[in-house]
């Protein structure tokens, strides 16, 4: 069973940075992206970062590019994000989501559902 743990996540104020993490594990398949989401309360879940492991490839939302960063390891079933000049809107629960390479399929980087695995969440905070 895959299992996707994140860790990095706290308390900080305006102008700090943080650095998440999240480790795959139990997976039986080749992963073709995976990506950090966000959620605050009463709001959907939106991609802050992907990284795509065919080509390195990485896609950032519009509101955390040039402040953060997602870098990983796919032979080590890790992905990172570096979040630098945290705001005070970057507040949220981060979820690390990892996608099977599923070929001839058209998907959407930026889609939560076509993320098949999810970590459970870890709240960022980020006070003024």
């Known amino acids: 069973q895959v299992q996707l743990v994140e860790s990095g996540g706290g308390l900080v104020q305006a102008g700090d940075s943080l650095r998440l993490s999240c480790a795959a594990s139990?997976?039986?398949?080749?992963?073709?992206?995976m990506a950090w989401f966000r959620q605050g309360p009463g709001q959907p879940r939106t991609l802050v970062a992907a990284?795509?492991?065919?080509?390195?490839?990485?896609y950032y939302g519009n509101a955390v590019k040039g402040r953060f960063t997602i870098s990983g390891d796919n032979d080590r079933n890790a992905v990172y994000l570096q979040m630098n000049d945290l705001k005070t809107w970057d507040t949220a629960v981060y979820y690390c989501?990892?996608?099977?390479?599923?070929?001839?399929?058209?998907?959407?980087?930026?889609?939560?559902?076509?993320?098949?695995?999810w970590g459970q969440g870890m709240q960022v905070t980020v006070s003024s």
């Open positions: 989501a990892d996608r099977p390479r599923k070929p001839d399929t058209t998907w959407n980087i930026k889609g939560a559902y076509d993320y098949d695995y």
């Open positions: 990284i795509t492991w065919s080509d390195n490839g990485v």
């Open positions: 139990g997976r039986s398949f080749a992963s073709e992206a």
